[in-house]
């Protein structure tokens, strides 16, 4: 049996958002049908540190190990290749025998993916949420992460101080309650799990 481990970006420096950002990933992916064959969740802080830590894991890979890299793709990505996104974007080289399949990445942010749920952002924000501020579904991986936070903070603006949407916490919170049936309008959401079910 092949170990999956994603290198995945967030979780800042501090030992508890790390276990919430794992924490988040888990249930979502653990709703993508994969429970009883779960990766192991490696939150890495920043996007460069996920880089890093992948590329380490890729130079002591084991034969029963598949390493993925999972990180914003800051913009919206013009090239079907991940890896030429990201060396074009971030002058990453792809590390030696890396495959297509291990440069995952969310288009263009995690707020595309938590912007793409409806139900779950009012499900967390209740009565307080502007569903007419939130952004449509369609052609989401094509905003910018700019106008994606800008519009969840606008639409969450009447929840109260420190109730709004923001990185970090509240937005690993929300990561654990989306409905993986309402990303599947986003490609690189469709790519990230139909390679989980490929490798796992």
Not at 20 to 35: D, Q
Not at 36 to 65: H, K, L, W
Not at 168 to 189: D, K, T, Y
Request: charged share 30%; with cysteine.
């Amino acid at each position: 049996m092949v170990s999956v481990k994603i290198f995945v970006e967030g979780g800042g420096e501090g030992k508890d958002l790390k276990s919430r950002c794992r924490e988040g990933f888990s249930k979502l992916i653990k709703k993508m049908g994969f429970a009883g064959r779960m990766p192991r969740i490696v939150a890495c802080g920043g996007r460069q540190s996920a880089y890093d830590m992948f590329n380490i894991a890729m130079t002591s890979v084991g034969y029963n190990e598949y390493p993925i890299l999972l990180v914003d793709s800051e913009d919206p990505i013009s090239s079907n290749l991940p890896w030429e996104h990201l060396y074009l974007r971030d002058s990453w080289d792809r590390p030696a025998d890396a495959r297509d399949d291990q440069a995952q990445m969310m288009a263009t942010c995690m707020e595309t993916w938590i912007m793409a749920d409806h139900e779950s952002l009012q499900k967390v924000f209740g009565s307080c949420l502007r569903r007419g501020a939130l952004l449509p579904a369609n052609k989401l991986e094509e905003r910018s992460r700019q106008e994606l936070l800008a519009a969840l903070k606008s639409a969450t603006d009447n929840c109260g101080k420190n109730k709004g949407y923001d990185k970090g916490e509240r937005s690993f919170q929300l990561l654990a309650e989306l409905n993986p049936r309402s990303l599947e309008n986003l490609s690189h959401f469709c790519r990230f799990k139909e390679t989980l079910s490929r490798r796992l």
